[in-house]
C-alpha cells in the first residue's frame, strides 16, 4: 500500500463528561464523513458517558483507568504517580495497537496519560480546550503539542489557534425554525406560543429545577409552555411537584437536543462550554447560571455571548422563583427583546470547528507521515 493510502489512524482522547466527549465525537464524526480511510478510536473510562455515548454514535472505544487529581493532601494523592503510570502504560498499548498517527485530546481525566503516552511514542499531539480557563490536563499537554486549538483566545495556551467548538451536524447544521414544528410535536408542546426550555446539563441541576419549580404557576398563568430535563435523579420528584400544570413537561433526559433546541425561544441553564456553544450557534438565547465549583471557568465561558446581548448572566445563588417571575417571565412574553437576542446569540456562534479540526489533524498527520516530529521535543 502507498504512503498516501494508508488509513490514517487517530486517537481522541476525551471522557467523563459530556463537555469532554461531544467534542471529540463530532471530530469523529467529520474524520468518518471525510475520509473511508480514517480509522478512529476514542479513548475514555468506564465510569465516563463514553461508555453509551460513543457506541451509540457508531465509534469504537478503548478504555483506560481512570486517573482522578485530588485537589487535596489525601490518600489519594499518595496513588497518584501509580494510578497515572498505570493509564499511560494502557493509553501506549492503545496507540501501539491502533498505530496511531495523531492523537487529538480534549482535556479532562483521560488526556493526561494519552498525552503522556503519545509523547514517549513520539506520536504528534493535537490539543483542543474548548474552556474560557484551560484545566491542568491541557495545560500540560499544550507544552509538547504540534498544534494547540482553542474555543476562547485568552484561556491561557500560549500559541492556541482559534477554531472554536467542534458540534454535532444536527446542531452545527440547525435551522431553528424550519425545524421548529417537529421540535414541539415530539415534546408534546403546542405548536404556538412562547417556549421556555430548561436544562441543567445531563444529570440535571437541583437549583434550576428547585427555582423552575417555585415559579411554575406563573409561567402557566403567563402562557408559557415548559420543557423542563430535571435529569433522571430528579426526574419524580419534578414531575410530581408540576402533576397539575399541563403546560409543563418535565423529562428525564434528552436524546434530540437539536429539537430541543428548535423548540424553544429561551433556554435556562448552567454554562459549560459545549452548551454555550451549541447555543450560539443556533441562535438561542440564554439565561446563564454557571456552576459555582472549579476556577469559574463556566462564568467565563458565558461572557463573550452576554456582552453581546445574546445572554444574561445570573449568579447561582440569585437564580430562584422569584428571579424566574421578575426576570424570565417578562423577557419571555417580549417578542422584540428576544428577537434581538436570537440575533446577537447567533453572531457569537461559530459552525464551522469540527471542519476545521479535521484540516489540522490531515495537516499535521501529513507532516507526521514524512518523518518530522522535531515540534515534539518541549
Not at 489512524?9 to 471530530?27: F, K, M, N, Y
Not at 420543557?227 to 435523579?233: I, M, P, Q, S
Not at 429539537?259 to 433556554?267: G, N, P, S
Not at 436570537?342 to 514524512?370: H, K, N, P, Y
Request: proline share 5%.
Amino acid at each position: 500500500m502507498s504512503v498516501s493510502a494508508r488509513p490514517l489512524s487517530v486517537v481522541l482522547a476525551g471522557g467523563g463528561t459530556a463537555g469532554h466527549v461531544e467534542p471529540a465525537l463530532a471530530v469523529a464524526d467529520h474524520l468518518r464523513s471525510d475520509s473511508a480511510l480514517t480509522r478512529i478510536t476514542l479513548v475514555g473510562t468506564a465510569s465516563g458517558l463514553e461508555t453509551r455515548l460513543v457506541p451509540a454514535r457508531g465509534h469504537r472505544l478503548a478504555l483506560i483507568p481512570r486517573v482522578p487529581f485530588p485537589r487535596k493532601v489525601t490518600l489519594d494523592l499518595l496513588r497518584l504517580p501509580w494510578r497515572l503510570s498505570r493509564a499511560i502504560r494502557t493509553a501506549e498499548q492503545i496507540l501501539d495497537r491502533e498505530e496511531a498517527a495523531v492523537v487529538v485530546g480534549f482535556g479532562g481525566y483521560v488526556a493526561l496519560p494519552v498525552y503522556l503516552a503519545a509523547r514517549r511514542r513520539r506520536v504528534p499531539v493535537i490539543v483542543h480546550e474548548a474552556n474560557a480557563r484551560a484545566g491542568i490536563a491541557n495545560r500540560i499537554g499544550a507544552r509538547f503539542a504540534v498544534a494547540v486549538a482553542v474555543a476562547h483566545p485568552d484561556c491561557g495556551l500560549r500559541g492556541g489557534r482559534y477554531v472554536g467548538i467542534p458540534l454535532r451536524e444536527e446542531i452545527s447544521g440547525l435551522d431553528r425554525w424550519a425545524s421548529r414544528a417537529d421540535g414541539r410535536r415530539l415534546y408534546g408542546l403546542e405548536p404556538d406560543g412562547p417556549v421556555l426550555l430548561v436544562s441543567g446539563g445531563s444529570s440535571g441541576a437541583r437549583r434550576l429545577n428547585r427555582a423552575i419549580q417555585m415559579a411554575a404557576d406563573v409561567l402557566a398563568d403567563s402562557g408559557i409552555q415548559v420543557l423542563h430535563h430535571a435529569g433522571l435523579t430528579h426526574l419524580d420528584d419534578v414531575a410530581a411537584a408540576v402533576a397539575d400544570i399541563p403546560t409543563h413537561h418535565v423529562v428525564g433526559y434528552i436524546d434530540r437536543m437539536d429539537l430541543a433546541y428548535a423548540a424553544a425561544d429561551l433556554m435556562v441553564c448552567r454554562a459549560g462550554a459545549m452548551t454555550c456553544a451549541e447555543l450560539a450557534a443556533v441562535g438561542l438565547p440564554a439565561v446563564y447560571v454557571p456552576l459555582p465549583i472549579g476556577n469559574g471557568e463556566q462564568r467565563l465561558n458565558a461572557l463573550p455571548v452576554v456582552r453581546l446581548g445574546g445572554g444574561i448572566l445570573v449568579d447561582d445563588t440569585a437564580f430562584d422563583g422569584d428571579y424566574v417571575e421578575r426576570q424570565v417571565v417578562p423577557l419571555l412574553t417580549d417578542a422584540g427583546r428576544l428577537s434581538a437576542m436570537t440575533a446577537a446569540a447567533r453572531i457569537e456562534g461559530r459552525a464551522d470547528a469540527a471542519r476545521e479540526m479535521v484540516a489540522l489533524i490531515r495537516r499535521v498527520a501529513a507532516r507526521d507521515v514524512t518523518g518530522d516530529t522535531s515540534k515534539m521535543d518541549p
